[in-house]
């Protein structure tokens, strides 16, 4: 036979089978490359085109065609299928945009294929036709008929003459083009009624360029028929294969022949010398049901019937290179130039993928042919790899038109090469990225037929759309919170949300209709529960969301439009960009929108976050949204207790962290739990306790299906941390995984919601002991700087541990600094309190007070309990320890979380925030003991002294039986408006208004005056006559308020009492630290809070303070009572920890 007589005798080189991977769902699977190689596309039963630029490509483009895919073919950019709904449609390639249909069929269409100018397509369909359309008009059609079953396979003559087919009838025709009429007929197959059925799909080819043979597969060989003639000239066949033959290819050479079987065997025998140089059997043995030769290389792409790819490389490695030198430039230009060099500038210069030439080359100039070669042998190494790589025609015919004459080929591919070249002659800068559309969080795609409009934590909402349906129907998790609903879609809705109030549903704007908003409020009282809403005719819906007690809507006007759950139009404002996604969980309303351009793959999005109840504000605004390079938003919403989560397409989800300046942080790839690299997880919600992310797997696909129903599935969530396979790196990543996880806690408590108090102190708990194992851990290693760092997380009950651990592990000297550290922390807890006593104290009877932040009943002496008792003695330290243990919380605890809570309180007569200033450490500050330190006399009277190491550090660590509270506590927090305490300990709340109170009533002047013995620092054990009497002096600032009222009035005559009061306060803290001292000493001297003691008091008084001087055991005797007194009050007080619990988590 003549092939070419220039070409050299082949040898059998071992070819190199690349492991085959997941690609589609079961069913056919058609695969082919683009005109330069550089992209696998194949197409499955889901409905999807993938674009693959390599098999270990993990995240190949998905282009959803419809329902299925039947047969594919690409030519010129353009990428046409055969799809389920009977049509033949074309998209634009590597793009994905639909342009248009070609053709219709009663039946669906069983294989496509272009001719070499890609100027028409051939379709062959079950309904027994075959269809020739003009790709530029597609009203220009030829149909062929004659046969008597659905048509197997079609496939043009290079040379536009003939058109071959095969069909279920077992024949296989060549038809004339021009008239349509048969040529040439042979009965080959077995006959079946349906192509299910077929026993071989029989994907019958022409010989590349010359098309002198026509390969068909016909049971176990490929029968060869010789053009003109139409004899079968020469059989090929192989001892390896067992199956019919399902699959012929031929070479883009045209010198070899590929064909796959039903069992799984490939075999590749080179034409001229019809010897076989390549056999292997499928791993799985699956049927074969689509080759591909790639390009310019001796590579083989190969699908079979379970959706997986396979690549066969180096099937021609050793085949020399004319035949695909006179193929394609692109290889040509590969034996002049090093290939890396040319992938290296590409890649370098990040350039999308180029838009393939429409025309074909064969009206090209031939005058101007020695010109462009010219042209092209004076470009740079680097720019001819480009152009080359980008621009050439595979399907032009000047690649077919001198066989004969291998160098004028060369010629003239490389001048068509210089043609096609001028689109990539320069490098023009970044290349702008597509915007994302919008869409709605968990729903999958709207063109499908069968589709999620949405699924979340309160049920799903399904669309069928089809012949005999066009319904919505909802269904809810939780059944007591609705029944089923199943509804008609007449308006043709397209976007959807669902709550525990309502059903929202949108759809976009027609010819005759509005974009139009429907709800259907079920929880209404009223008859008519549905209500519906026009937009403007020049608005189209593109996003939609529900809150509690609102629904939102953006445009494509960049409007976002607020309404009110049963119908009202509230609030609208403008968006900074085209909407992507919208989403709604409580007050809380999260927009994420198109910031600018993206370049080279990247989106540019921004992230809005609001929140819409009494007090609307706005918490986050033009605040760029982090994804992965060349990513995309996939997912948005909110976790179950209310913070803004979002995941990007690379499967990275990113979660708001509130404390850290509202920051984005990656709490999970759903990638690193997919098994195979086509698998994706399709993000439905996510819980913060228990650290769950819900998610839906799905193999080969990005959305589930909607039959059958997809199964939930639970992942952990884990923060990227270094080294997490050591130990230090895992408890390191969960004492911070614990601490964002739980900061939702403070969030809900600012807003006055509901939360487990339990789960907080657990989390709480846990954290701690984390703490303590990472510091045995660098105790362990020798890391004591290690260990001082950790040493600032810990409360103070875990401080101590530490000191002990440290003590017992004979690290003195670490054990000394943890206890400065921890005396530090004592100290700041004796500012805090000082500050609280100066501008907390109540001002000058009379006064009309209002709720403000410095008075209101819920700021109280958060630590005075805990600093009395370090003050008085070791038993005091002692108990206060004792207290702390019992409550889950220390003083630690609740100054941080009161230095955390300050800045979000709530005031209900005031939005004025008071931050009150530092104040220096007076004397009576600093001579307070260290509560670490327990002299020989139980007395310290200094913070410094001589103090032994051993003592500083040990002194702390005995401890004594527990004191019961006293039986008679009662909660006095009732009647708070917010959340619970942390412990609900009601003497301290009770004793704190009574203080606060204008005018105290005479029943609790005895609770009264016991606070002020306790508000004083106490010296000794030896309780003071002074100190148990029943006397509450006013505090400093009341007396230079009383004395000074009339000149903040004379100055600001407008202000109220309230507005007084805080004028007051500001100036009294820029006082000196002594004249604040002079003014406290001197209250101290003035008398009661309420009124001073009358004469005939005074003298009852001396009378018994001369007679205890007289006889020293009845001074004892009178003494002991109050003390007493004192002791039983300081038990039913509550613990530093209740304190400060309810300071940080109770509002008004």
Same mark, same amino acid.
């Given at each position: 036979?003549?092939?070419?007589?220039?070409?050299?005798?082949?040898?059998? =080189?071992?070819?190199?089978?690349?492991? =085959?991977?997941?690609?589609?769902?079961?069913?056919?699977?058609?695969?082919?490359?683009?005109?330069?190689?550089?992209?696998?596309?194949?197409?499955?039963?889901?409905?999807?085109?993938?674009?693959?630029?390599?098999?270990?490509?993990?995240?190949?483009?998905?282009?959803?065609?419809?329902?299925?895919?039947?047969?594919?073919?690409?030519?010129?950019?353009?990428?046409?299928?055969?799809?389920?709904?009977?049509?033949?449609?074309?998209?634009?390639? $590597?793009?994905? #945009? $639909?342009?248009?249909?070609?053709?219709?069929?009663?039946?669906?269409?069983?294989?496509?294929?272009?001719?070499?100018?890609?100027?028409?397509?051939?379709?062959?369909?079950?309904?027994? =036709?075959?269809?020739?359309?003009?790709?530029?008009?597609?009203?220009?059609?030829?149909?062929?008929?004659?046969?008597?079953?659905?048509?197997?396979?079609?496939?043009?003559?290079?040379?536009?003459?003939?058109?071959?087919?095969?069909?279920?009838?077992?024949?296989?025709?060549?038809?004339?083009? +021009?008239?349509?009429?048969?040529?040439?007929?042979?009965?080959?197959?077995?006959?079946?009624?349906?192509?299910? /059925?077929?026993?071989?799909?029989?994907?019958?080819?022409?010989?590349?360029?010359?098309?002198?043979?026509?390969?068909?597969?016909?049971?176990?060989?490929?029968?060869?028929?010789?053009?003109?003639?139409?004899?079968?000239?020469?059989?090929? #066949?192989?001892?390896?294969?067992?199956?019919?033959?399902?699959?012929?290819?031929?070479?883009?050479?045209?010198?070899?022949?590929?064909?796959?079987?039903?069992?799984?065997?490939?075999?590749?025998?080179?034409?001229?010398? !019809?010897?076989?140089?390549?056999?292997?059997?499928?791993?799985?043995?699956?049927?074969?049901?689509?080759?591909?030769?790639?390009?310019? %290389?001796?590579?083989?792409?190969?699908?079979?019937?379970?959706?997986?790819?396979?690549?066969?490389?180096?099937?021609?490695?050793? &085949?020399?290179? %004319?035949?695909?030198?006179?193929?394609?430039?692109?290889?040509?230009?590969?034996?002049?130039?090093?290939?890396?060099?040319?992938?290296?500038?590409?890649?370098?210069?990040?350039?999308? $993928?180029?838009?393939?030439?429409? @025309?074909?080359?064969?009206?090209?100039?031939?005058?101007?042919?020695?010109?462009?070669?010219? +042209?092209?042998?004076?470009?740079?190494?680097?720019?001819?790899?480009?152009?080359?790589?980008?621009?050439?025609?595979?399907?032009?015919?000047?690649?077919?038109?001198?066989?004969?004459?291998?160098?004028?080929?060369?010629?003239n591919d490389q001048a068509s090469s210089a043609k096609a070249a001028p689109v990539f002659a320069a490098y023009s800068g970044p290349v702008p990225t597509q915007q994302q559309k919008p869409f709605q969080p968990c729903s999958t795609p709207s063109h499908l037929l069968h589709r999620f409009m949405v699924w979340n934590s309160t049920g799903i909402i399904r669309c069928y759309s089809d012949e005999q349906d066009n319904a919505i129907d909802v269904e809810f998790h939780d059944t007591s919170v609705h029944h089923a609903i199943h509804l008609s879609n007449v308006l043709n809705h397209t976007m959807a949300d669902l709550s525990q109030e309502a059903v929202l549903l949108a759809c976009a704007k027609t010819d005759e209709l509005p974009s139009t908003l429907q709800c259907i409020h079920f929880n209404s009282r009223d008859t008519n529960k549905e209500w519906m809403v026009d937009m403007p005719d020049n608005e189209n819906i593109e996003a939609i969301c529900l809150g509690q007690g609102w629904a939102a809507v953006s445009t494509s006007a960049q409007i976002v439009r607020i309404f009110s759950i049963g119908g009202v139009q509230k609030e609208l404002f403008s968006l900074m960009g085209p909407v992507v996604s919208m989403s709604g969980h409580g007050e809380q309303l999260l927009i994420s929108y198109h910031q600018g351009t993206g370049f080279d793959g990247d989106q540019c999005l921004g992230v809005q976050l609001m929140e819409l109840g009494r007090r609307k504000k706005q918490v986050l605004q033009g605040v760029p949204l982090p994804l992965n390079k060349k990513s995309y938003l996939m997912w948005q919403g909110f976790s179950a207790e209310g913070t803004p989560v979002f995941a990007d397409s690379e499967g990275i989800v990113r979660m708001l962290n509130r404390s850290l300046g509202n920051t984005w942080i990656p709490v999970s790839n759903t990638r690193d739990h997919c098994k195979g690299k086509s698998d994706y997880y399709w993000v439905v919600g996510i819980h913060e306790n228990p650290q769950q992310l819900r998610c839906i797997p799905c193999k080969g696909s990005k959305f589930p299906p909607t039959l059958p129903r997809p199964t939930v599935t639970i992942l952990p969530l884990k923060l990227p941390y270094c080294q997490t396979s050591s130990e230090k790196g895992q408890m390191e990543e969960q004492y911070w995984r614990s601490v964002l996880f739980h900061n939702h806690f403070d969030y809900l408590a600012e807003n006055s919601y509901e939360f487990d108090e339990t789960a907080k102190h657990q989390a709480l708990k846990e954290q701690q002991e984390l703490l303590m194992k990472m510091f045995a851990l660098s105790c362990k290693v020798e890391r004591e700087f290690r260990c001082e760092e950790l040493s600032e997380f810990m409360t103070q009950n875990v401080l101590n541990l530490a000191i002990k651990y440290a003590s017992r592990s004979k690290r003195l000297t670490l054990a000394q600094r943890l206890s400065n550290i921890a005396q530090e922390k004592a100290t700041a807890l004796v500012t805090i309190q000082d500050e609280d006593d100066d501008f907390q104290a109540e001002p000058k009877a009379g006064y009309k007070r209002s709720v403000t932040k410095w008075n209101s009943p819920h700021v109280q002496p958060l630590a005075q309990s805990c600093v009395e008792k370090e003050e008085g003695s070791e038993e005091g330290v002692?108990?206060?320890?004792?207290?702390?243990?019992?409550?889950?919380?220390?003083?630690?605890? &609740?100054?941080?979380?009161?230095? /955390?809570?300050?800045?979000?309180?709530?005031?209900?007569?005031?939005?004025?925030?008071?931050?009150?200033?530092?104040?220096?450490?007076?004397?009576?500050?600093?001579?307070?003991?260290?509560?670490?330190?327990?002299?020989?006399?139980?007395?310290?009277?200094?913070?410094?002294?001589?103090?032994?190491?051993?003592?500083?550090?040990?002194?702390?660590?005995?401890?004594?039986?527990?004191?019961?509270?006293?039986?008679?506590?009662?909660?006095?927090? %009732?009647?708070?408006?917010?959340?619970?305490?942390?412990?609900?300990?009601?003497? &301290?709340?009770?004793?704190? +208004?009574?203080?606060? @109170?204008?005018?105290?009533?005479?029943?609790?002047?005895?609770?009264?005056?016991?606070?002020?013995?306790?508000? !004083?620092?106490?010296?000794?054990?030896?309780?003071?006559?002074?100190?148990?009497?029943?006397?509450?002096?006013?505090?400093?600032? @009341?007396?230079?308020?009383?004395?000074?009222?009339?000149?903040?009035?004379?100055?600001? $005559?407008?202000?109220?009492?309230?507005?007084?009061?805080?004028?007051?306060?500001?100036?009294? !803290?820029?006082?000196?630290?002594?004249?604040?001292?002079?003014?406290?000493?001197? &209250?101290?001297?003035?008398?009661?809070?309420?009124?001073?003691?009358?004469?005939?008091?005074?003298?009852?008084?001396?009378r018994v303070e001369e007679l205890c001087e007289d006889d020293p055991e009845n001074k004892k005797e009178n003494t002991e009572e109050p003390e007493s007194l004192a002791k039983k009050h300081k038990q039913q007080h509550v613990s530093t920890t209740s304190r400060l619990a309810a300071f940080a988590f109770k509002k008004d």
């Open positions: 036979m003549e092939l070419n007589d220039k070409r050299t005798k082949q040898t059998k =080189m071992p070819a190199e089978r690349k492991p =085959m991977r997941y690609a589609h769902p079961d069913g056919y699977t058609g695969v082919c490359f683009d005109e330069n190689g550089r992209f696998i596309i194949t197409s499955g039963s889901d409905g999807d085109i993938r674009i693959w630029e390599s098999l270990d490509d993990d995240d190949p483009k998905s282009i959803n065609v419809g329902e299925k895919v039947y047969s594919l073919a690409l030519r010129n950019g353009m990428l046409v299928t055969a799809v389920s709904n009977n049509i033949v449609q074309v998209h634009s390639f $590597p793009e994905g #945009s $639909p342009d248009g249909i070609l053709t219709r069929f009663t039946a669906e269409a069983n294989h496509v294929v272009f001719n070499n100018a890609a100027t028409s397509v051939a379709a062959g369909s079950s309904d027994f =036709m075959v269809k020739i359309i003009e790709t530029k008009d597609n009203s220009q059609q030829k149909t062929i008929r004659g046969h008597e079953g659905p048509i197997l396979s079609v496939a043009f003559d290079p040379k536009d003459l003939f058109l071959a087919s095969s069909s279920c009838d077992g024949s296989v025709c060549i038809w004339k083009i +021009a008239d349509q009429t048969l040529v040439a007929s042979w009965p080959l197959l077995t006959k079946s009624n349906d192509v299910s /059925r077929a026993t071989s799909i029989c994907r019958l080819e022409w010989q590349p360029r010359i098309g002198k043979f026509l390969a068909v597969p016909v049971e176990k060989t490929v029968k060869l028929f010789e053009r003109d003639t139409w004899e079968n000239t020469d059989n090929l #066949s192989d001892d390896s294969i067992k199956k019919p033959l399902n699959v012929a290819s031929w070479s883009p050479c045209g010198g070899y022949v590929a064909a796959g079987s039903i069992d799984g065997s490939v075999v590749v025998w080179n034409v001229q010398t !019809r010897k076989c140089v390549e056999r292997f059997q499928h791993e799985k043995a699956y049927r074969i049901c689509a080759m591909a030769w790639h390009p310019s %290389k001796g590579t083989i792409a190969y699908t079979d019937v379970e959706g997986n790819l396979g690549l066969l490389e180096g099937v021609l490695a050793n &085949a020399g290179t %004319k035949e695909l030198a006179s193929h394609s430039t692109a290889t040509t230009f590969d034996d002049l130039f090093d290939e890396a060099d040319s992938d290296l500038l590409t890649k370098g210069m990040n350039l999308s $993928p180029p838009s393939p030439i429409r @025309q074909p080359l064969v009206d090209d100039d031939d005058d101007g042919e020695d010109d462009n070669v010219m +042209a092209v042998v004076n470009r740079s190494r680097h720019h001819r790899a480009i152009e080359d790589d980008n621009s050439h025609d595979i399907g032009s015919p000047t690649h077919f038109d001198k066989l004969d004459n291998d160098g004028d080929d060369d010629d002692q108990n206060c320890e004792e207290e702390n243990d019992n409550n889950g919380l220390d003083p630690e605890e &609740a100054l941080y979380a009161k230095r /955390r809570f300050d800045p979000f309180s709530k005031d209900l007569g005031s939005t004025e925030k008071i931050t009150p200033k530092s104040v220096t450490l007076t004397n009576s500050m600093l001579a307070r003991p260290n509560p670490f330190k327990i002299t020989s006399g139980g007395i310290s009277s200094a913070l410094a002294g001589g103090q032994t190491r051993n003592t500083n550090i040990l002194d702390s660590m005995t401890k004594t039986g527990k004191k019961s509270l006293s039986n008679n506590s009662q909660s006095a927090n %009732k009647s708070s408006l917010v959340l619970k305490p942390l412990t609900s300990k009601p003497k &301290a709340k009770q004793t704190q +208004a009574t203080l606060f @109170q204008s005018t105290a009533p005479k029943s609790s002047s005895k609770a009264v005056e016991e606070k002020a013995i306790e508000a !004083r620092p106490v010296q000794s054990i030896t309780p003071d006559s002074k100190n148990t009497e029943n006397i509450k002096s006013k505090t400093g600032f @009341q007396l230079w308020l009383e004395e000074n009222h009339e000149d903040i009035v004379a100055g600001s $005559p407008d202000l109220t009492e309230e507005e007084i009061i805080k004028e007051g306060m500001n100036r009294f !803290r820029i006082l000196s630290s002594e004249d604040r001292k002079a003014w406290t000493v001197k &209250a101290k001297k003035s008398g009661s809070i309420n009124n001073m003691p009358d004469e005939e008091d005074v003298q009852k008084r001396k």
